[in-house]
């Protein structure tokens, strides 16, 4: 006869077993991914949104890997497909800074984040930009509110609006986060007045990211000293190729003379503030007629005569 005692015994030993099988369960559960080792990876390097010749070059992206944790510099449109080119993991992501609301460095960050939920995600991802930032996330969910949810209901999957933390910056301390810390410099990129560099501080390394910007003198103090410094780049004399395809000829000039940063100006940037490397990227023009790489850099030589990159889609640098 089974008694009551009888049931709960069972009850109890059930229990038991299983608490006692949590730490094998737990064992089980796959490793958080190896990253690999530190580095900087230049997944977009167009200045501008324009897509003329496929994904490459592709517009303004960027990944840093550094103590096994990843962040996305800025999200111009195709920066998936240019992570999955590199062989980087989706799910893996976890920060992304945008510099400024340019579509070449926004219009991918909602596609971002749901292709890295769609792939895997089950991490939170801390997600920083200007004022707007926040709206633009907000709008995102907004328009995509109908798939995640029937996602979630179909598929188990989680909250990817719970998972994204939207954090707005300005001037000055951005993020500390083991061993990276952030840190904001309001450049000058008309019309735009939220437009930042941004500097990547580690224990091994410095990282100065220009931003887009015009000639920015305290741009060379902000970057003192840095391992690195990724610097947009405009070449005039390519200007007119560029120009040719654009109806509104006239005000696109104004505005790209206003904003960017020629060759020389680069190069005395870099050379004042004692960077150890140069890396020429956001191209403008990024595909005219007859400028190679070799263009570039010449034309930055005369101001700076230190280690020089012109980096390209999918170039990396070990850290």
Known sequence: ??????????????????????????????????????????????GGPAIRTGFTPAPSSSLLVYDNVAHVIDTGYGVSFKLAEAKFPLPAVRHVFITHHHSDHNAEFGLLLYNCWATGLNHPIDAYGPAGIKQLANGFWDAYKFDIETRMADEGRPDLRKLVNVHEYSEGPVMSAGAVKVTALRNQHPPINDSFALKFEMASKTIVFSGDTAYFPPLAAFAKGADILVHEVMYAPALQELLGRNPHAATLMSHLQASHTLPGDVGRIATEAGVK???????????????????????????????????????????
């Not at 990227?281 to 930055?300: I, K, L, Y």
């Open 1 to 46: 006869m089974i008694t009551r005692r009888h049931l709960l015994n069972t009850a109890a030993g059930l229990a038991a077993s299983a608490f006692a099988d949590l730490p094998a369960a737990r064992a089980q559960q796959p490793p958080a991914p190896n990253l690999g080792p530190n580095r900087l990876v230049f997944l977009g390097t167009r």
């Open 277 to 319: 490397k140069l890396v020429l990227n956001h191209f403008v023009p990024a595909d005219a007629t007859g400028v190679t790489e070799q263009t570039w850099a010449d034309a930055v030589r005369p101001t700076f005569k230190g280690d020089l990159v012109v980096s390209h889609d999918l170039m990396e640098i070990r850290l």
